[in-house]
């Protein structure tokens, strides 16, 4: 008898759910997870974790037919509770036609259709949020991944790419991508050619960023800094990219997934806010990490952030100068290694 969670939101909020596993495998034992198959990879090799079943709930499991599918399948494993930490009718159905006799959600929405209905704090970090479902304080755990060797190795040759010298640990980590447009800081190019006079720099991201991860690549080199600039983006999985990042003096990203795999992995974060505030409860949660945003009336704007800026001018982001990220940049000590 054992506990799945099933947890399909965006792939930050899959990182986010770590603290819950470590809670629920510490009082359980080891728990199944179902997620998508973007995340899947990601908690394959968390200590938490026993199993992962990749649902595809946009592609080939998509629709009724691939609910009633995965519910048979995880009725054979015959779970004694579910914790579904995503509030959504299919995670709900899906544990309904599992005939998961406990199911822990989240009240409102389809919570009539569970057995325990918790209240999801309004205040406080998506982490601990998470956490109430299982009753547990904040802070216990923090959110962990765990890379295999093999991703540490394809990490280590992806900083070396052209420089051996980054793999020491003094690179910067820009991860300048996210699927939201109006997410986007716009100056990435140019933090990168200040960067590249002091430090090697890695870009990363996937493959919907090759083109930026160049540009930006190209910048560093044109800046007449003499420090190598790497483009990371497209060439390595989701793990090794955690892994990457974890070699990281510091990452400087967007509100977007990598700011949570360098929570993951203990790297230092110099997140950039838009549209979206650290009070919606996604931002840096270490003591040390710093979360920069402007002050302007039209923000936040959106709980994701919109594709474009409502407003035309996205002054959230443009009004965000160079020189105050340098200057977190400098305050973290992240350059320090330099010669
Ligand atoms: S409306 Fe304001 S907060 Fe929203 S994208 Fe535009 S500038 Fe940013």
Redesign the pocket.
């Known amino acids: 008898m054992s506990s799945l969670v099933i947890q399909t939101a965006f792939l930050g909020d899959v990182v986010l759910t770590t603290p819950l596993l470590s809670a629920l495998a510490a009082r359980h034992g080891p728990v199944d997870v179902v997620t998508t198959p973007l995340a899947a990879p990601l908690l394959e090799t968390h200590p938490a974790v026993r199993q992962v079943i990749a649902y595809d709930k946009r592609g080939a499991d998509r629709g009724w037919s691939g609910i009633r599918r995965l519910g048979a399948q995880l009725r054979t494993a015959r779970y004694e509770r579910a914790y579904l930490a995503h509030r959504s009718l299919r995670s709900a159905t899906l544990a309904l036609l599992a005939r998961i006799p406990k199911r822990i959600g989240f009240s409102g929405g389809w919570s009539f259709l569970y057995t325990e209905r918790r209240p999801k704090p309004r205040m406080g970090h998506e982490t601990d949020r998470l956490l109430a479902l299982a009753n547990e304080a904040p802070d216990v755990y923090p959110p962990q991944l765990q890379p295999t060797a093999e991703d540490e190795r394809a990490a280590a040759a992806a900083a070396a790419a052209g420089a051996g010298a980054l793999i020491d640990g003094s690179f910067v980590a820009l991860a300048p991508g996210s699927i939201w447009g109006?997410k986007r800081w716009p100056y990435f190019a140019e933090l990168a050619a200040w960067l590249a006079k002091h430090v090697g720099l890695v870009v990363v991201g996937g493959a919907d960023d090759v083109a930026l991860g160049e540009e930006i690549c190209r910048a560093a080199k044109g800046g007449g800094g003499r420090r190598t600039a790497v483009n990371a983006c497209g060439k390595l999985t989701l793990r090794q990219s955690a892994a990457l990042i974890g070699r990281a003096a510091v990452l400087v990203t967007n509100d977007s997934a990598p700011l949570h795999l360098a929570t993951a992995m203990r790297t230092p974060v110099i997140a950039l806010f838009?549209?979206?505030i650290t009070e919606f409860g996604f931002g840096p949660v270490r003591p040390g990490d710093v979360a920069l945003g402007v002050e302007?009336?039209?923000?936040?704007?959106?709980s994701h952030?919109?594709r474009?800026?409502?407003?035309?001018?996205?002054?959230?982001?443009?009004d965000l100068p160079v020189e105050v990220v340098t200057q977190a940049i400098e305050d973290l000590g992240a350059l320090r290694r330099r010669n």
């Open positions: 109006s838009g549209p979206t302007l009336e039209c923000r936040p704007c959106s952030g919109p474009s800026c409502p407003l035309g001018h996205h002054r959230c982001m443009r």
